[in-house]
């Protein structure tokens, strides 16, 4: 074999090593160092702020200097200048924010570069599915926690970047933080990194000692993004809710399954629902007990429902 030819593994390596230098290398592009150092600028944000905030787009000059409040108009056409092109895209009409521009927005809306708000920890509402004693939820480096005080069952914590606290109150955030870490599943078992968008695999991990286990469960699912190394770990029930079979169980009882925050589902936060069926390939059996009936279902490597039963 000589040194030209190459395995799959290397024929990739070879196009990232390729398309990382083509990126460097462009002569149009902005390096990632130059690109913060445009938009660290006080004046710089409040003009991109002010094209993503205005209702009608392209902003004429003058209307964009106003919008700002900047009196000089040579200082301000200097900044003015310094985004146009990468993130501002000038047209006869006036202004408007270029793909980057509306990027750099929604980063600083979402609160990733400057805000470190604090929450103080404030009882949840519901109970724990261990000891019943009521669960409180905290916010700590932009980590989104809920959590049994007296038995410390954990019962979920995650990413949450700190634009979701704004204006919204206690049930509020319990509300966005349960409708995120579903959606984050979602995408994750869908196979899409919600971090870069690159692809994501699933996997079944048994851990030997549950103690140390993450989320104290001795089976769970981990999403593990292929670009990133973002990394998902979640129960095996989290990927069942929005399962048609079990959504239609709940729902004949009454219960609709999408407005039930899942740290109230026992199946959802505890393992003890899970029975190993097989290693090899993976295959799982899920009982989700609801008033007067229990709902089994066996899943697959994939976590897909291979088989729903109802029992009495
Ligand atoms: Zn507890
Ligand atoms: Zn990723």
Redesign the pocket.
Known sequence: MSEASTSPERDRRGRREADAEELLACDDCMSPADAFSVVASETRLSILEALWRSEETPVRFSDLRREVGMRDSAQFNYHLGKLTDQFVVRTDEGYDLRHAGKAVVRAVLAGTFNESPDVEPFGVGDP?V????ELRASYADETFAVA?P????PHGKYAFPPGGLNDRDETELLRAFDQRVRHLHCLAADGVCPECNGRMTTNIVEADEPEDAPLGLSVHVEHVCAQCRHRLRSSVGLSLLDQSDVVSFYRERGVDLSATPYWTLPWCVSDEYVEVLDRDPWALRVAIPESDETLTVTLGPDLGIREAEREA
Do not use: E, L, S, T
């Open positions: 724990c261990d000891c019943g004693a049994c007296d038995c410390g069952k």
